[in-house]
C-alpha cells in the first residue's frame, strides 16, 4: 500500500528553521492558500554539528545533577518504530521520559540544529510517526533534521521506574500493554473501553446498595481491625492534600464527599446524630496540621465510627449487610485518591520539569554549535513552547531556541468557538474530583466504531481530528486506537484556564503566559488548519498577534477549491501537491 505524503506543509516548516540566517522576517500576515514546496535547504550551510550512530539501540540515562550516563540495554520495544529509543530522568520525580530519535540517511543536507517534536494533550509519538510513508517525524529526518519526539510523562512509552536498570523491562511491558489494548479495541471495541472504564464506574457508584438475596454470617465478614486501619489512612492521606493535588477547600470537599456516602449507611437510623457528632470532629482534625497526636486522634475517630456501623447493623434487617457496604465505600474512595496520586501533574509540571529535560539532553547528544534547538509544537505542544518562550521572557532567561513552529495551538481561546469548550464543566475543582483522570484513550476507541461504520452515530467526532479525505482511513483508525492516553483532571484544570479572560495561566493563576509574549526574540511560525475546530484560526491569530510583527509569520492552510485542513491534518493527513512523494509500497 502506498501512503502519499504531502511535502507543502513540511517545507514550510523549514522556513523556520532558516530563520536565523536572514536578516529580515516576515510580517503577520493570514494566507488562505497552500504554501508551494520549500526552495530553502542547507546544502550550503556549515557542517552538521551532532554525530550519527549507525548502530540503533535503546538507551536509558539519568540527567540528575548533570549526569549524563549512558545505559545501553539490548531490546528496544516493537512499538518504538524510531530509529533509537532514549530516555530521560526528571528531577524529583520517578518518571523517565520516552525520546523517539530519527537520524538523518547520510546523504540528506546537513543541518546546524536539532528538531524538537512536541505533541498535543493526552497524545504520544505515534501522531509524528503513523506509517513509513506518513511519518512527519521520518520526513524531517529524510531532510536533514536529527529529529527527537519527546513523549511527556504519563504518555506512550515513558515510565515510572525509580530504579534505572528496570526501564527496559517496565518500556517492553507498557508496549505490549499499548499493543493488546489497541488489538482488543480493533475486535472488541465497546467491550474493551467497557473493561478500561470499569475502574471509573465504581467511583461513580460506591454507595450504591449492597442487598444480599441471603443472610451473611457477619461475625466471619467483618474484619473490625482492617476496616478501621483503611478508614484512618483514607483520612490521613485526606489531610495531606493526596499529594499536592488538593488546596483546603478541595480536601475539604473530597472529605465531605466521603462523610456523604458513608453517611447514607446510616439514613433513618437512630445513629444519625452520633454519626454527625464524630463526622464533625473529624472534619475538624483534618483541617489541622499532621503530627502523631492527631493521627491517633483521627484512628480513634474511626474506630468510633466503625463501631456505630456496627452497632447500626444490629438495628436493620440482616439482608443489608452494613459492614459490607461500608468497606466498599471505604475501598472505592481509596481508589479515587490512588489515581488521583498516580496522576499527580499539570501542565506547568510539563513547562518547567520535562521540556527542559529532554532540551539539555538533546543538547548533550548533538552539540549544536550555538547550544539551540529547533522545535516544532502540535497543540499543547504547541502551547508549551509559547509559555516556555513567555516564561523565559518574564525571567529574563535565554530559551534556547533558534526558532519554533506551531501547529494549531494558541494560549488564549476565548475569541473563538472552539470544540475543546467541551473541557469547561470540569473547570470546577469539585466536579474535577469526581473525575480524577479522563481515559481519553479508552473513550475514542470506544467511540471510533460509533463513528466509522453505518449508522455513523458519532460521525461528528471524525471532524475533530480530520477533514474529509485528508487520512487515509487506516491511518485513521490507527491514530484513534494507539495515539491517545489517559488526562489527569489537574492538567484539564489549568488547560481550562485559556478559556478564560487573559487566556491560560500558571498553576498559581497569578501569571499569564500571554503577557509576556512579547518579550521573545525567538521567530515564530504559527500554522493554523481552515477546518480545525478544535484550536480553530481566530485562536490562532489572537496568540500570534502578541509576538514581535517583525518575528512571526501567521499560515492558515486550506483552500476554499482545494484541501481542507482539520486539527490533526497538520501533522498526518493525506495533503495532495504538485510534487507528491511515494515513501513506501
Request: some cysteine; aromatic content about 8%; hydrophobic content about 40%.
Amino acid at each position: 500500500m502506498v501512503y502519499p505524503i504531502q511535502s507543502d506543509m513540511r517545507s514550510a516548516i523549514q522556513i523556520a528553521a532558516v530563520f536565523r540566517h536572514h536578516n529580515h522576517y516576515h510580517h503577520l500576515t493570514n494566507h488562505r492558500r497552500r504554501l508551494p514546496p520549500a526552495v530553502i535547504s542547507y546544502r550550503n550551510s556549515p557542517n552538521c554539528c551532532f554525530t550519527v550512530n549507525s548502530a540503533f539501540k535503546l538507551r536509558a540515562f539519568t540527567t540528575n545533577d548533570g549526569d549524563t550516563t549512558v545505559q545501553k540495554v539490548c531490546n528496544k520495544p516493537s512499538l518504538c518504530t524510531a530509529d533509537e529509543l532514549h530516555y530521560v530522568s526528571v528531577n524529583n520525580s520517578d518518571w523517565k521520559l520516552a525520546l523517539w530519535r530519527y537520524i538523518p540517511p547520510p546523504q540528506a543536507p546537513k543541518r546546524n540544529h536539532p528538531l524538537l517534536l512536541l505533541s498535543g494533550v493526552g497524545t504520544n509519538a505515534i501522531g509524528y510517526d503513523l506509517a513509513p510513508g506518513s511519518s512527519f517525524a521520518r520526513y524531517m529526518s529524510g531532510e536533514g533534521f536529527d529529529t527527537w519526539v519527546l513523549e511527556l510523562r504519563g504518555a506512550g512509552l515513558s515510565v515510572q521506574e525509580s530504579d534505572s536498570t528496570n526501564i527496559e523491562k517496565t518500556a517492553i511491558a507498557v508496549s505490549e500493554q499499548m499493543k493488546a489494548a489497541a488489538d482488543n479495541a480493533t475486535g472488541k471495541v465497546l467491550s474493551a473501553a467497557q473493561q478500561s472504564t470499569d475502574a471509573q464506574s465504581t467511583l461513580e457508584e460506591s454507595d450504591t446498595a449492597v442487598v444480599k438475596e441471603e443472610s451473611t454470617a457477619i461475625a466471619t465478614m467483618w474484619d473490625e481491625s482492617r476496616v478501621v486501619n483503611e478508614l484512618t489512612e483514607t483520612f490521613m492521606r485526606l489531610s495531606e492534600r493526596v499529594s499536592g493535588f488538593l488546596n483546603e477547600s478541595q480536601s475539604r470537599i473530597m472529605s465531605a464527599k466521603l462523610f456523604d456516602q458513608i453517611s447514607k449507611l446510616l439514613e433513618d437510623s437512630f445513629l444519625y446524630e452520633r454519626f454527625n457528632e464524630t463526622r464533625g470532629k473529624l472534619l475538624s482534625l483534618l483541617e489541622t496540621g499532621q503530627n502523631s497526636a492527631v493521627v491517633d486522634q483521627v484512628k480513634d475517630l474511626s474506630q468510633k465510627l466503625v463501631n456505630i456501623i456496627e452497632e447500626g447493623q444490629r438495628s436493620v434487617s440482616p439482608l443489608v449487610d452494613l459492614h459490607e457496604r461500608l468497606t466498599t465505600t471505604i475501598e472505592d474512595f481509596q481508589k479515587q485518591l490512588d489515581l488521583i496520586v498516580k496522576y499527580d501533574w499539570d501542565f506547568d509540571h510539563y513547562l518547567e520539569e520535562d521540556v527542559p529535560a529532554a532540551m539539555e539532553y538533546i543538547k548533550a547528544q548533538t552539540a549544536p554549535k550555538d547550544g539551540k534547538l529547533l522545535a516544532i509544537g502540535h497543540s499543547m505542544g504547541g502551547i508549551l513552547l509559547y509559555a516556555w518562550l513567555s516564561q523565559c521572557g518574564l525571567q529574563g532567561r535565554e530559551p534556547g531556541l533558534t526558532a519554533i513552529v506551531t501547529l494549531a495551538s494558541s494560549l488564549d481561546y476565548t475569541s473563538s468557538k472552539s470544540a475543546l469548550r467541551l473541557l469547561l464543566p470540569l473547570a470546577d475543582p469539585a466536579q474535577a474530583l469526581n473525575v480524577p483522570v479522563v481515559p481519553l484513550g479508552a473513550l475514542l476507541a470506544a467511540a471510533y466504531p460509533l463513528s466509522s461504520r453505518p449508522p455513523y452515530v458519532l460521525s461528528w467526532l471524525n471532524d475533530l481530528i480530520s477533514a474529509a479525505d485528508m487520512m487515509h482511513p487506516e491511518l485513521l483508525k490507527k491514530l484513534v486506537l494507539n495515539n491517545f492516553c489517559t488526562i489527569p483532571a489537574k492538567l484539564i484544570l489549568q488547560l481550562t484556564t485559556a478559556f478564560r479572560e487573559g487566556g491560560l495561566r500558571d498553576r498559581s493563576g497569578k501569571i499569564f503566559y500571554k503577557d509576556n509574549l512579547h518579550k521573545t526574540n525567538v521567530p515564530v511560525l504559527a500554522v493554523a488548519g481552515d477546518k480545525d475546530i478544535i484550536c480553530p484560526p481566530e485562536a490562532v491569530c489572537e496568540t500570534a498577534k502578541l509576538i514581535p510583527e517583525h518575528l512571526v509569520t501567521y499560515k492558515v492552510l486550506g483552500d476554499d477549491n482545494g484541501q481542507h485542513y482539520a486539527h490533526y491534518d497538520l501533522v498526518g493527513g493525506r495533503m495532495n501537491t504538485m510534487e507528491t512523494k511515494e515513501l513506501y509500497e
